[in-house]
């Protein structure tokens, strides 16, 4: 097996976990704490903040566990720049030359 070293700083998925976990908690909260009725009536009687923010809460939680589960890995490159299959940065066979 070869050594690969995690990349979390370029992970987008955690970002977008982030994003959708504090959008998801605002939207939770104003659809238990500040919905009137007349807000209900506007949305055919759904609460469409707390709904959406409980599918958020569940997405970024989805997003999260992709990250623990798969980390975002890139290969390591040995003393000549060739990575674990012998290729160079341009993805062309490294042949060794004297």
Excluded: C, H
Excluded at 46 to 56: E, H, K, R, T
Excluded at 62 to 77: G, H, I, M
Aim: no cysteine; glycine share 12%.
């Amino acid at each position: 097996m070869t050594d690969r070293k995690r990349a979390g700083l370029f992970d987008l998925r955690g970002i977008l976990a982030l994003l959708f976990g504090v959008y998801g908690l605002v939207l939770t909260v104003m659809g238990i704490a500040a919905t009137s009725q007349e807000d209900l009536d506007k949305a055919g009687g759904i609460n469409v903040n707390l709904w959406m923010g409980v599918a958020m809460l569940v997405a970024a939680a989805l997003f999260a566990l992709w990250v623990v589960l798969r980390p975002l890995t890139v290969p390591e490159k040995d003393a000549q720049g060739k990575d674990a299959q012998g290729k160079d940065a341009q993805g062309k066979d490294a042949v060794d030359t004297p």
